[in-house]
Nanobody, 118 residues
Framework: QVQLVESGGGSVQSGGSLRLSCAAS?????MGWFRQAPGKEREGVAS???????IYADSVKGRFTISRDNANNTLYLQMNSLKPEDTAMYYC???????????????WGQGTQVTVSS
């Protein structure tokens, strides 16, 4: 059974840092982070594949770093210089094909809340 379990969310002040983790039940080729703020659509934050390719949303470039530990099937998102607009539920997602293809049908975690206060 496919499982993705996120952890590491919390509340921080603007400028602070958080590190999210996503433990996967097995290895996936592509893994990524998405977020959804109240009243907004879910948006992609960052993704990475087993070949080391990484994609970031423009809004997080230079502040967030995605990484993965393939030996432990774990995905991370280091978030620095957090802003109030980063406040959202953050979801881990994973799939077997390219990160550039649709994420429809991917496996999703239950989400972890990140709240940044000004």
């Amino acid at each position: 059974q496919v499982q993705l379990v996120e952890s590491g969310g919390g509340s921080v002040q603007s400028g602070g840092s958080l590190r999210l983790s996503c433990a996967a039940s097995h290895i996936f080729y592509c893994m990524g982070w998405f977020r959804q703020a109240p009243g907004k659509e879910r948006e992609g934050v960052a993704s990475t594949d087993s070949d080391g390719r990484i994609i970031y949303a423009d809004s997080v470039k230079g502040r967030f770093t995605i990484s993965r530990d393939n030996a432990n099937n774990t995905l991370y998102l280091q978030m620095n210089s957090l802003k109030p607009e980063d406040t959202a539920m953050y979801y881990c997602a994973a799939k077997y094909d390219s990160c550039s293809r649709s994420w429809r049908g991917s496996a999703w975690g239950q989400g972890t809340q990140v709240t940044v206060s000004s």
